[in-house]
């Protein structure tokens, strides 16, 4: 196919994320590395427009001017993995009326799709802003060459702008938004889901009126080791740490503290195994909701040294993902990447609890910030409507304030 490539009309795209590069993402979900793929002609050819839209943000103010002498006494955060936005219609509920979430001042979330066939080629995060009167900064991480993974790869219709990212929302001004490129975990065009791009923090300043702070939305690499993980966090604390004017920080989201090396299949079937034999009931209760204790230890032991407190700023010991052997959409996205006869041994190994498994892969951590009060942070599950659960996290929750300096 010939790579001539004209940039959309800048006065007539929807946003700065538009781009014409859909006729060409099935060739080069053709290639199986990304090494293979940056060698070839229709890549070079596509490069600067593919960098262009993943170098960019989109930001849109739709929140009213708030009066500044409203009484306040506390800023409410909210971190969710949406799963896509799949259900936008009930997460929009959940999020202006839920008793816990309900009229969050700032919400941290991952995955949002932007153009994708599996949620209907929506930009989830603009309709979200746009629903609950919110400033939104939203960035992609990536461009999907296919339609998802699991069951998304059958549905309807095709791909329009083809990304998915991350994303702030804020009942204030957001001031100096950008994003942070994360290092991949592994070569995301081999496999199934094929993805040009990578992870990014989203960060923005938020004017406040108990005072300016700065956010990050964050989503760490789920196929990773613990340690690519660490290295990761170091990258954001790094960042954040450069940033001027120093500001109390709140960094929230989906870390994807498995405690598991989940780089290739092979270690992920060995961590299991080797969890097995520590005692299935054991690790449960004292390792997969504490993965700060031991397999993502030093990724936590980096936050503190940095002057970053979790341990006040989280429900500790709570999940937010519950695995259970009956969910067949869990079973097709993991069947993505190990094989299916490792969900015999799976089954076998919670028979005793029920077929179920949580892990704790969401999180606050933050930095002269304080809770507010006697609120303490909680993780907020049962977000479900009359189809099923919203999303494969729960959220978290909390309610803070920043330290004046």
């Given amino acids: 196919m010939n790579a001539t490539l004209d940039p959309p009309d800048r006065d007539t795209a929807a946003t700065p994320l538009d781009h014409r590069l ?3 993402l099935p060739e080069l979900a053709q290639f199986s590395s990304s ?3 940056q060698a070839s002609a229709l890549y070079r050819k596509l490069r600067p ?3 262009r839209v993943l170098n960019g943000l989109v930001q849109e103010d739709f929140a009213p001017q708030r009066p500044a002498h409203k009484q306040l006494n506390s800023i409410k955060a909210t971190a969710w993995n949406i799963e896509r936005g799949r259900r936008l ?3 929009v509920r959940v999020l202006k009326e839920h008793p816990q979430i309900g009229e969050s001042d700032l919400l941290l979330l991952t995955e949002l799709d932007y153009g994708m066939a599996r949620t209907s080629n929506r930009f989830v995060a603009r309709e979200l802003a746009e629903a609950l009167e919110m400033n939104y900064a939203f960035a992609p991480c990536y461009l999907s060459l296919v339609k998802g993974n699991g069951s998304e790869l059958r549905v309807v219709g095709e791909n329009t702008q083809a990304l998915h990212g991350n994303a702030l929302l804020s009942r204030y001004p957001l001031i100096n938004a950008h994003s942070l490129a994360l290092p ?3 070569d995301k065009i081999r496999g199934k889901e094929k993805r040009l791009g990578c992870q990014r923090a989203v960060v923005a300043d938020v004017e406040h009126p ?3 702070f700065r956010a990050v939305s964050l989503h760490l690499n789920a196929h990773s080791t613990q340690k690519h993980r660490h290295h990761e966090m ?3 604390l790094d960042h954040v740490e450069n940033l001027r004017p120093r500001l109390p920080v709140l960094i929230g989201g989906d870390w994807n503290t498995s405690g598991y090396n989940s780089k290739r299949a092979v270690y992920t079937i060995a961590g299991f195994w080797r969890r097995v034999m520590m005692g299935v009931g054991h690790v449960l209760r004292n390792h997969y909701v504490h993965p700060e204790r031991w397999f993502e230890r030093e990724l936590f032991r980096e936050l503190e040294r940095r002057g970053f407190n979790y341990r006040d700023l989280n429900e500790m010991g709570a999940g937010t993902l519950h695995y259970d052997v009956k969910n067949i959409a869990v079973h097709e996205s993991l069947a993505d990447w190990v094989p299916t006869w490792c969900f015999r041994f799976l089954h076998w190994s919670l028979r005793e609890y029920g077929g179920r498994a949580s892990l704790k892969l969401d999180w606050f951590a ?10 303490l942070p909680a993780v907020v599950g049962k977000l479900d409507d009359e189809v099923g659960p919203l999303s494969d996290h729960d959220a978290i929750v909390l309610s803070f304030v920043p330290h004046r300096s």
């Fill in 35 to 37: 090494k293979e793929m």
């Fill in 22 to 24: 859909q006729p060409y």
């Fill in 210 to 212: 108990l005072g300016m």
């Fill in 234 to 236: 170091r990258l954001v």
């Fill in 366 to 375: 933050g930095k002269d910030i304080s809770l507010a009060g006697e609120t």
């Fill in 49 to 51: 427009e593919i960098d």
């Fill in 89 to 91: 219609e009930s997460i």
């Fill in 184 to 186: 991949n975990g592994i």
